[in-house]
């Protein structure tokens, strides 16, 4: 059986740090795309990075408001990615998703539209129940 688990989540100042967690059982993450989503209250789901698996070429891949502030990383021993966010803003409180595929990526999609591509990549892929994060001063 699948698992993903998210976690990490919690409260943080603006301009803070949280590093996310998904550990994943069942799958080898190597294998696998990873990509990380949030949903904020009222809104739809976004997707805000993407790792391309470990085996292929642990690509990167971010949306315009995480550039520079979110990163992503693997660690194979682990079998876990993390998404550490840095220097947190009044729009990043959301619950954060991560999801893995195997299928291949286009990657060129992800330039050319960022969004549409991350839901593809990702739709029918495992998913985590996700974890909090909340900002306040």
């Known amino acids: 059986q699948v698992q993903l688990v998210e976690s990490g989540g919690g409260l943080v100042q603006p301009g803070g740090s949280l590093r996310l967690s998904c550990a994943a059982s069942g799958i080898n993450l190597d294998y696998f795309h990873i990509g990380w989503f949030r949903q904020a209250p009222g809104k739809q789901r976004e997707g805000i990075s993407c790792i391309s698996s470990r085996v292929t070429d642990s690509n990167e891949y971010y949306e315009d408001s995480v550039k520079g502030r979110f990163t992503t990383s693997g660690d194979s021993a682990q079998n876990t990615v993390y998404l550490q966010m840095s220097n947190l803003e009044p729009e990043d409180p959301a619950i954060y998703y991560c999801?893995?595929?195997?299928?291949?990526?286009?990657?060129?999609?992800?330039?050319?539209?960022?969004?549409?591509?991350?839901?593809?990549?990702?739709?029918?892929?495992?998913w985590g129940q996700g974890t909090q994060v909340t900002i306040s001063s």
């Open positions: 999801a893995a595929d195997i299928a291949p990526l286009r990657r060129s999609a992800f330039t050319a539209d960022f969004m549409g591509a991350m839901t593809r990549a990702f739709i029918a892929g495992h």
